[in-house]
C-alpha cells in the first residue's frame, strides 16, 4: 500500500530532551516537507527537501532539524525542545515530475513538551 | 502574513444542504488551488483542486468556484452528508517545479447535522 508513515503517533517529552520524529514514504517521490498544525493557523510548512541532500526552510524552521540521505526518509528533529512546539506534526511528500503534484500525508504525530 | 484567508472557521450544515467554504489569496502569482479534506486523526487528503484557467470545477457533488478578479475562491459541497464531516482546507501554490509548498489556509470544520 503506498504510504506515508511517521512514528511515534504520540509523544509527550518535556523541555530540552532532543527527540526525533521519523517520515517514511513508500512511493519514491523525490519531494517531502513537514508542516505543523495549530488551531486557528492551519498547517505551516517547516522544512522541505526537494531530493537527497537536498533542504531547505519553510516558513516557521526555528528549533527544527532535517536530513535527507534517503529518498524514503526524511526524519525531523527537535534537539532542544520547547513547549511552543507543543504542536500535531505531518510528514508530506510528492512527485516531481510534473507541476501540480498532489501532496501525500502522513497520519500525524501529536507532540507535547511540558 | 496571512496569504491565504478561509471563512467561516466552523460551520453546521443540515443534511441534504449546501455547504460552503470561502478562501481569498493575495498572491497573484499562485496558480493551483487544491482543497484537502482531514478527518480526525488523520492526515489532510487532497479533495478536488483547480488552475486559474477555468472559473469551475465539478466532482460529484463537489465543486470549487475561482474568480481570478477577485482572487477568491470557494468549495461548495452539495446535498451535505453526515461522513462530509471534516475539516476543510483551502490551499494554493505555485507550480513552477520549485518548492512544491503549500499555503494553506486555517481550515474549516463541517459538521453536518441530521
Known amino acids: 500500500e503506498a504510504q506515508v508513515t511517521q512514528n511515534p503517533r504520540y509523544l509527550i517529552t518535556v523541555t530540552g530532551k532532543k527527540l526525533t520524529v521519523t517520515c517514511s514514504q513508500n512511493?519514491?517521490?523525490?519531494?517531502m516537507s513537514w508542516y505543523r498544525q495549530d488551531p486557528g493557523l492551519g498547517l505551516r510548512q517547516i522544512y522541505y527537501s526537494m531530493n537527497v541532500e537536498v533542504t531547505d526552510k519553510g516558513d516557521v524552521p526555528e528549533g527544527y532539524k532535517v536530513s535527507r540521505k534517503e529518498k524514503r526518509n526524511f526524519p525531523l528533529i527537535l534537539e532542544s525542545p520547547s513547549p511552543n512546539q507543543t504542536s500535531l506534526y505531518f510528514c508530506?511528500?510528492?512527485?516531481?515530475?510534473?507541476?501540480?503534484?498532489?501532496?501525500?500525508f502522513g497520519p500525524g504525530t501529536r507532540l507535547t513538551v511540558l | 502574513q496571512q496569504q491565504v484567508k478561509q471563512s467561516p472557521q466552523s460551520l453546521i450544515v443540515q443534511k441534504g444542504g449546501i455547504s460552503i467554504i470561502n478562501c481569498a489569496y493575495e498572491n497573484t502569482a499562485f496558480d493551483y488551488f487544491p482543497w484537502y479534506q482531514q478527518f480526525p486523526g488523520k492526515g489532510p487528503a487532497l479533495l478536488i483542486a483547480?488552475?486559474?484557467?477555468?472559473s469551475e470545477k465539478k466532482e460529484g457533488r463537489f465543486t470549487i468556484s475561482f474568480n481570478k478578479s477577485a482572487k477568491q475562491f470557494s468549495l461548495h459541497i452539495m446535498d451535505s452528508q453526515p461522513g462530509d464531516s471534516a475539516t476543510y482546507f483551502c490551499a494554493a501554490s505555485i507550480g513552477n517545479f520549485g518548492n512544491e509548498k503549500l499555503t494553506f489556509g486555517t481550515g474549516t470544520r463541517l459538521t453536518i447535522i441530521p
Open positions: 483547480i488552475r486559474p484557467d477555468v
Open positions: 512511493m519514491n517521490h523525490e519531494y
Open positions: 508530506a511528500s510528492s512527485l516531481r515530475t510534473r507541476s501540480y503534484n498532489e501532496q501525500f
